[in-house]
């Protein structure tokens, strides 16, 4: 089965600074993979997808990601960030023969003023 | 619009007891899907239902079942309540089998004492 793997439980950056949140699937083409981001006591909330149309994706709240097939990767960025971005942040993907989707551990991203 | 609703938003239970959550996905969904958050564990996927019928089960005891009625409106009810079995439980609403864009409720805590 399909597998995310998000390097780095805790990421922490200064207001304005560049955002930069990690995940590498496992090795074969997955169909679908996505970052959903969730705040405290809350369900979880889409932020982009891929699904091979483009291999830069651009989601809301400023937030993109890049699909890289060399690295098996699938990282989150936003160039600036803002305090209200702090949250728990999750990448996943669909899992080709089983259709369900599969988590990372998620990566807690604090934003210092 | 109306989300994904989850009822209740959160519950106690003694351990030997059994609980039922119910989920009501977006209007005009027919996917429903159930996960359990903890924190150990992070997000792991229980079961899908697709018009009335499971269509993936993910890698938990029979002592987690769920149903889903013709409505789309799904239920999920845990038997023999276990002290581990505490958790966040995530319902995710979709329009089609596969979770492809997956909206999510807010959850239901359950704490088992």
């Known amino acids: 089965a399909q597998s995310v793997t998000q390097l780095g439980s805790h990421v922490s950056v200064s207001e304005g600074a560049l955002v930069l949140l990690r995940c590498n699937y496992s090795s074969s083409v997955p169909p679908y993979l996505f970052w959903y981001v969730q705040y405290p006591n809350q369900g979880l909330q889409l932020l982009l997808k891929y699904t091979s149309a483009a291999t830069l994706v651009k989601g809301i709240n400023g937030f993109e990601a890049e699909f890289k097939k060399s690295e098996t990767s699938f990282h989150l960025t936003k160039p600036s960030a803002h305090m209200s971005d702090a949250a728990e942040y999750f990448c996943?993907?669909?899992?080709?023969?089983?259709?369900?989707?599969?988590f990372g551990a998620g990566t807690r991203l604090t934003v210092k003023p | 619009k109306a989300g994904v609703t989850q009822t209740p938003r959160y519950l106690i239970k003694t351990r030997g007891q059994q609980v039922t959550l119910s989920c009501s996905p977006i209007?005009?969904?027919?996917?429903v899907s159930w996960y359990q958050q903890t924190p150990g564990q992070g997000l792991q996927f229980l079961f899908e239902?697709?018009?009335?019928?499971?269509?993936n089960k993910g890698n938990f005891p029979g002592r987690f079942s769920g149903r889903q009625f013709s409505n789309s409106r799904s239920e999920m009810n845990v038997s023999t309540l276990e002290l581990g079995d505490s958790a966040l439980y995530l319902c995710?609403?979709?329009?089609?089998?596969?979770?492809?864009?997956?909206?999510f409720g807010q959850g239901t805590r359950l704490t088992v004492v």
């Open positions: 209007s005009g969904h027919r996917s």
């Open positions: 996943a993907v669909i899992s080709y023969n089983n259709n369900d989707m599969r």
């Open positions: 995710a609403s979709s329009s089609q089998q596969g979770n492809t864009e997956a909206f």
């Open positions: 239902y697709f018009s009335e019928t499971q269509r």
